[in-house]
């Protein structure tokens, strides 16, 4: 069984006097103006929590039911009108309106999208929960939880659907929504200032160079990323592998996507290094790639093979299953707890090796995001990821990692709608790489910009790659734009108490 912490909590049956049943269909009225709708052949409806959903208790509502074959069920804000022998919603009246409304998506005010990489320019996104014409569709085909707090297949294989009829009352939908699916948590205080971030391979002496020129230059930090060269990445090199190159790059990364090691030729004494980093009132996360498993180099190898039980003179790799309850608590017990104890506060999750697990639908960025966030709350810490988003549901696991931002003026003027209409889907912790990450230009007034945004943004982290060109600190830039930055970063500590 999963380890005690991981196993979430959950409240999924509704009230059976708020349920209306017939043949191959449920309907369950939750709020006056949130309707649940199930279609099954043979009458298997889903009470299991699901990826989405995991309260459905809400309080009892008054609703009316008339019609025969196209039933019409009605509260004190809205109706519903549902056909009973095609199974499927026929029309609603949203709260506030008396006219009647295709549950279509239409008008869609849209949500959010998995991430910004290879995005030059403005998208469509997904959509979220809130519409102008006042219907808005949540489709729920994910899986589901069972009660030991594992993700499982669905029982039942029909349609389950929410219907939204709230009208214009936008805050009243995201009530609901939070309602069913989870508040969306708060963070850490830590969060809120300003974060250092690039993807470099820098020694442990240059580091803490970097860190020392943000404090002589009165720019405060709040946070210090370690990009994945934390860990040993040319593997070919260190260890006589063969994995294939990424000649694109300027970083190989032959094959060190994933790793659990300390690169101990650019950090000597890590454990001194990140003493120091909290000694300088810093919190420090590390970059995960987690899909190769763990491999026979890796120093938590023997321990792996123990808690597994594969014999270690194999040198078989460990492959990364989340779907097995065991690897689930071997990989928190094993690979992380042990450097959370030596100052790793949080962990960054850079997934981006595909959607399938060993269970059809499961991706595997939601199961990751899910249990890295319940375990690191454990022994009631403030719990923080930083991972890319996996859909509905994930506003419970914060914080958002959008991706590789590209550097153009196109991205920085989309990026702001693409923040704001994320609270349509309730995702609210959006962080991007303010600055822009690559693939762009050199441009002084691009970047104060970005700094600017990321300002009055959810979290501001300075990001950008390896190219000497993209790097985010203000002293790199023109004069104009330093001085500016560094008004506007210091200014972003001034609000932390407001946020």
């Not at 999924?12 to 369950?28: D, F, H, K, V």
């Not at 849209?110 to 998208?123: C, H, M, P, V």
């Not at 996104?125 to 949540?138: E, Y």
């Not at 580091?207 to 943000?214: K, L, P, S």
Request: charged letters at 25%; one cysteine or more.
């Amino acid at each position: 069984m999963l380890d005690k912490h991981l196993i979430g909590q959950f409240r999924p049956l509704a009230g059976s006097e708020q349920m209306i049943t017939g043949e191959g269909y449920r309907i369950t009225v939750l709020s006056s103006c949130l309707f649940r709708i199930e279609v099954n052949k043979n009458n298997i409806f889903t009470d299991e929590p699901t990826q989405i959903v995991f309260y459905r208790d809400f309080p009892k509502v008054e609703y009316s039911v008339s019609g025969k074959r196209f039933i019409i069920i009605a509260t004190a804000d809205s109706s519903l009108c549902f056909d009973t022998k095609m199974r499927k919603v026929f029309w609603a009246v949203p709260k506030g309106m008396k006219r009647r409304t295709k549950c279509d998506n239409k008008g869609n005010l849209k949500g959010t999208y998995r991430t910004l990489d290879q995005k030059f320019k403005a998208f469509e996104l997904n959509d979220g929960i809130l519409s102008k014409r006042g219907v808005a569709v949540m489709k729920d085909n994910t899986l589901c939880f069972d009660e030991k707090g594992e993700i499982i297949p669905r029982k039942a294989k029909g349609k389950d659907f929410y219907i939204f009829a709230h009208g214009h009352d936008y805050f009243g939908a995201l009530k609901d929504f939070f309602a069913l699916t989870g508040n969306p948590p708060a963070v850490p205080r830590f969060a809120l200032g300003n974060w250092w971030s690039r993807y470099r391979a820098y020694t442990q002496e240059e580091y803490m160079g970097v860190i020392n020129a943000f404090e002589e230059n009165k720019v405060p930090l709040t946070v210090a990323t370690i990009d994945m060269d934390w860990h040993w990445t040319d593997l070919n090199t260190k260890f006589g592998t063969n994995y294939p190159g990424r000649p694109l790059m300027e970083n190989p990364c032959t094959g060190g996507w994933t790793g659990y090691s300390w690169n101990t030729d650019l950090f000597p004494d890590y454990k001194a290094f990140l003493k120091w980093l909290h000694d300088k009132n810093l919190k420090t996360t590390l970059n995960l790639h987690p899909a190769s498993g763990v491999r026979w180099f890796e120093d938590m190898y023997e321990d792996m093979c123990r808690e597994l039980g594969v014999d270690p003179s194999t040198k078989q790799d460990i492959p990364f299953d989340i779907t097995d309850p065991k690897f689930i608590n071997a990989y928190f017990k094993i690979l992380h707890k042990p450097y959370e104890k030596d100052g790793v506060d949080f962990w960054w999750i850079d997934w981006q090796q595909g959607k399938k697990t060993k269970i059809p639908g499961l991706d595997p960025l939601y199961a990751l995001n899910h249990f890295h966030y319940l375990d690191n709350g454990k022994d009631n810490k403030e719990p923080l990821i930083l991972s890319r988003y996996a859909g509905l549901g994930s506003h419970r696991y914060p914080l958002g990692f959008s991706g590789d931002t590209f550097t153009n003026w196109a991205i920085l003027d989309f990026i702001p709608y693409f923040t704001s209409t994320a609270s349509n889907a309730g995702y609210t912790w959006w962080s991007h790489d303010i600055g822009g990450h690559m693939f762009g230009r050199r441009d002084d007034e691009l970047y104060l910009r970005w700094i600017q945004f990321g300002v009055f943004n959810p979290i501001l982290r300075l990001h950008s790659t390896c190219n000497e060109l993209e790097s985010k600190e203000p002293w790199r830039y023109g004069r104009v734009a330093e001085v500016f930055a560094k008004k506007y970063l210091r200014l972003r500590k001034q609000l932390v108490p407001y946020l």
